[in-house]
């Protein structure tokens, strides 16, 4: 499957996007957490961890979260999930 991503804020662009494999399931799996700062993501984002966690017994959760909502997360920040978590879930608030 290919998706197709359109950033109004960018212009045009000619570029495809293949979404990353999917897990089969979060059992003894890596969870990053993603929080834009909005309130009560956070409480959101670790709720949800812990209820997987519950379920599936996850082997580590990294919490993590961007300075500025108006902000796209800084590279160095998805670097780090890349390569320490095998799935993230960001999430928002309010």
Same mark, same amino acid.
């Given at each position: 499957?290919?998706?197709?991503?359109?950033?109004?804020?960018? +212009?045009?662009?000619?570029?495809? *996007?293949?979404?990353?494999?999917?897990?089969?399931?979060?059992?003894?799996?890596?969870? +990053?957490? *993603?929080?834009?700062?909005?309130?009560? +993501?956070?409480?959101? *984002?670790?709720?949800?961890?812990?209820?997987?966690?519950?379920?599936?017994?996850?082997?580590?959760?990294?919490?993590?979260?961007?300075?500025?909502?108006?902000?796209?997360?800084?590279?160095?920040?998805?670097?780090? *999930?890349?390569?320490?978590?095998?799935?993230?879930?960001?999430?928002? +608030?309010?």
């Amino acid at each position: 499957m290919t998706l197709i991503a359109l950033d109004p804020t960018q +212009g045009p662009s000619s570029g495809e *996007l293949v979404p990353a494999k999917r897990l089969t399931t979060f059992a003894n799996k890596r969870l +990053g957490l *993603l929080w834009n700062n909005r309130p009560g +993501g956070d409480w959101l *984002l670790k709720h949800i961890a812990q209820a997987l966690d519950e379920k599936y017994h996850l082997a580590e959760t990294c919490f993590t979260m961007k300075m500025f909502i108006g902000n796209a997360a800084a590279p160095e920040i998805i670097d780090d *999930l890349v390569a320490r978590v095998d799935a993230v879930i960001v999430g928002v +608030g309010d």
